[in-house]
Nanobody, 116 residues
Framework: QVQLVESGGGLVQPGGSLRLSCAAS????????MGWYRQAPGKQRELVAR???????YYADSVKGRFAASRDNAKNTVYLQMNSLKPEDTAVYYC??????????WGQGTQVTVSS
């Protein structure tokens, strides 16, 4: 059974930072690109960052320069470092594993709330 388990969400003030982690089970880690999506209330789920198998990283325009995605192959874990957080970053954040852009697995999601 493939599992993606996120952690690290929470409540943070505007301008603050959080780091999300996603631990992947089994052999999927090296076989798939790993991504981070988010879904705010009443909005569609959107791609935030994606790390290709070769290591290149895509970022949505809304988070460029503020968020950084990385992967630790030894720990089968991907991270999303989020800096200079804004209220509009408030959402449930999901880890994903995709093959050629088609998401095959989702994590359970972790809530990030940016509020004073």
């Amino acid at each position: 059974q493939v599992q993606l388990v996120e952690s690290g969400g929470g409540l943070v003030q505007p301008g603050g930072s959080l780091r999300l982690s996603c631990a992947a089970s089994g052999s999927i880690f090296n076989a798939y690109a790993m991504g981070w999506y988010r879904q705010a209330p009443g909005k569609q789920r959107e791609l935030v960052a994606r790390i290709a198998r070769g290591g290149s990283v895509y970022y949505a325009d809304s988070v460029k320069g503020r968020f950084a995605a990385s992967r630790d192959n030894a720990k089968n874990t991907v991270y999303l470092q989020m800096n200079s957080l804004k209220p509009e970053d408030t959402a449930v954040y999901y880890c994903s594993a995709d093959h050629n852009g088609s998401v095959r697995y989702w994590g359970q999601g972790t809530q990030v709330t940016v509020s004073s």
